[in-house]
């Protein structure tokens, strides 16, 4: 479990092809890894909780399966690529954000880019089946980033990016076109099943 509070920016230094030719081993480094991750521990990269196959002072290995490559963005970076990383919430630590699981629902695409005083709106184009889990003034994560929703409608929703997270994450690279992971609120998704049920 994570909060969206991204930790710091890695830059991924290798994308492996595995002999499979359907999974990636990616090599992420950054200043936040320079602790020992242990084996087998989460990272959430842009969004995507990654397990920790490998560690060397300031950088790990990860495996991105199939199912990551077709619903994340992961698959379709390059070796130099900036990402957000977060470690695991622990027990006791505070939730900052709101509830990530780093299970990614699906891809958007950054429709528009509007300053506004010190802030940047941000507008983005998401599958309509996400969308219904948005609702203005819910949390979303973005490439791992917990934003509060200004808007929504059938399309799109928009964010506000304050200057912190404009220097603290890498969303203000991506520009216009530009696609980010998406995580819908889980408790929604919980809700909406079980009350599904009591409508039959």
Known sequence: ????????????????????????????????????????????????????????????????GPETIARTTLGKLGEGARVNLERPLR????????????????????????????????VVQAPGELLRYVIEKGSIAVDGISLTVNAVDDATFTVS???HTQTATTLSDKGLGGVVNLEVDLIGKYVEKLVGGYKK
Do not use: N, Y
Request: glycine share 12%.
């Open 1 to 64: 479990m994570f909060t969206g509070i991204v930790e710091d920016v890695g830059q991924i230094t290798q994308l492996e092809p595995l002999p499979s030719e359907q999974a990636l081993r990616l090599t992420v480094r950054a200043h936040l890894l320079a602790d020992e991750q242990s084996l087998g521990a989460s990272l959430a990269v842009d969004g995507v909780c990654l397990t920790v196959t490998a560690w060397r002072a300031g950088e790990v290995d990860a495996i991105v």
């Open 91 to 122: 027990v006791g630590d505070r939730l900052g954000g709101h509830m990530v699981a780093g299970h990614v629902d699906g891809v958007g695409r950054i429709a528009s880019l509007q300053p506004r005083a010190e802030a940047v709106d941000v």
């Open 161 to 163: 990016l304050i200057p």
